[in-house]
């Protein structure tokens, strides 16, 4: 496919890939399911977990609180400054160690 002929999905898909062929340690994602619809959006968070599972560090700015909900640790910025942290909730996924 040609850039112009894939989805909004595709498109995110694309860019994971692009920044993972080197095998970073640390990837930075901003608003990585804006404009996308939930089952989308989903699809990508589970891409994010497999990757932090495999022992990358993912840090991912957004705006939805419910994407926010899959990381292990919120921060909330107000004004360019730390307004909250937040480590005491339950999060979407299971990130607990594999036995």
């Not at 040609?2 to 095998?23: H, M, T």
């Amino acid at each position: 496919h040609k850039p112009n002929q894939l989805s909004g999905g595709q498109c995110q898909r694309v860019a994971i890939a692009r920044a993972l062929v080197n095998n970073p340690s640390i990837i930075l994602a901003d608003e990585p399911t804006g404009n996308l619809d939930s089952n989308t959006s989903k699809e990508i968070m589970d891409i994010f977990s497999e990757i932090h599972a495999s022992g990358n560090t993912v840090v991912l700015v957004t705006h939805e609180e419910d994407i926010a909900r899959h990381a292990l640790r919120i921060i909330r910025l107000r004004d360019g400054r730390i307004d909250d942290q937040c480590t005491d909730f339950k999060p979407v996924i299971d990130n607990s160690p594999l036995a």
